[in-house]
């Protein structure tokens, strides 16, 4: 026999606990609305990988991703918001009460924030998971350029973001080395950035490869490429890698249920606001320009505000019929 689930109420439920959706909660305690925040993994979501964040105001002499969450946390603890560690298993968006379900609860509420952030998209190559986020691969060159001032670094891919990000590399590192999985001379990204790039003299391009394995004592080492035509191994020696190919939102549950991009992102109006009444998104699982810890911030006290202004305004509505 199936075990019943526990059957809670919230005025507010955010699903994922990164910078958008813990600045989100903050806003919704302080205005008194009962918040709940469910978050499967680690509480700070992809930031709390990174191990040098220069670039978030109030932080003169920089912060590590994982010490910044954890104020984020401390202050959304501190003004109320509950927490739950678990995976949310299905939802239903539709009509006044909107309904979270998880494996052992199914927590009602008035209004859902979506703030289930995404994943960048790995190459699946051996090694890769030893050496993922601060011990080698990294997927943010804002973050990480400075640590790798005067160093050799290794770029995968060849789209807009990888050449962008791999000319920004170049105002720090001593060699920026891309691994180009197409023949000398073709790459993803557009015209103007494939010009720049080729001309940039720190730059340097090894044509027809993929990554083969990732290797290194606790911290990556060297790369092993393969060449797709002669099948010949080539080594880059380098202390990081930068995997730009793709990255893919976390929006698997709200299939059918709130429009999304092709790509699976969550479509937003300047309110946060999706395509159902009362369900807000915010972070990197909506459709934007810069996916960062500052922009995240702006998207949580957005929808945080206006989670408050609806309930609010739901409320004297009733009052009044």
């Not at 958008?20 to 993994?41: H, M, P, Q, V």
């Amino acid at each position: 026999m199936a075990r019943e689930k526990k059957i809670e109420q919230y005025d507010v439920v955010i699903i994922g606990g990164g910078a958008g959706g813990l600045t989100a909660g903050i806003y919704c305690c302080r205005a008194r609305l009962k918040t709940l925040l469910i978050e499967k993994a680690l509480v700070g979501g992809l930031a709390t990988y990174t191990n040098e964040i220069e670039n978030y105001p109030g932080f003169p002499e920089g912060t590590t991703g994982l010490g910044l969450m954890n104020l984020f946390e401390k202050q959304a603890k501190k003004f109320g918001v509950k927490f739950k560690g678990t995976d949310v298993k299905s939802v239903d968006l539709e009509g006044e009460v909107k309904r979270v379900e998880t494996f052992r609860n199914i927590f009602e509420c008035k209004v859902v924030i979506v703030a289930s952030g995404g994943r960048p998209r790995i190459t699946g190559a051996e090694g890769e998971q030893d050496f993922l986020f601060d011990k080698g691969i990294s997927f943010c060159a804002t973050c990480d350029a400075a640590s790798n001032t005067d160093k050799d670094v290794l770029i995968i891919g060849s789209g807009d973001a990888a050449i962008e990000e791999g000319m920004f590399l170049t105002k720090f590192a001593n060699k920026v080395i891309v691994s180009v999985i197409h023949d000398e001379g073709k790459m993803d990204c557009n015209e103007i950035a494939k010009a720049e790039a080729l001309a940039n003299p720190k730059m340097e391009f090894v044509w027809n490869t993929v990554v083969k394995r990732f290797e290194g004592n606790e911290h990556l080492e060297n790369v092993v490429l393969e060449n797709l035509k002669t099948k010949e191994e080539v080594n880059i020696k380098v202390p990081t890698c930068f995997e730009f190919i793709g990255y893919e939102p976390n929006t698997e549950i709200f299939k059918d249920k709130i429009k999304m991009t092709d790509r699976g992102y969550v479509i937003v109006n300047e309110n946060k606001e999706t395509s159902v009444e009362g369900v807000y998104a915010v972070g990197d699982v909506t459709d934007k320009f810069l996916k960062q810890v500052a922009t995240a911030v702006g998207d949580g006290a957005i929808a945080g505000y206006a989670a408050e202004k609806y309930i609010a305004e739901d409320e004297m509505y009733k009052s009044q019929i």
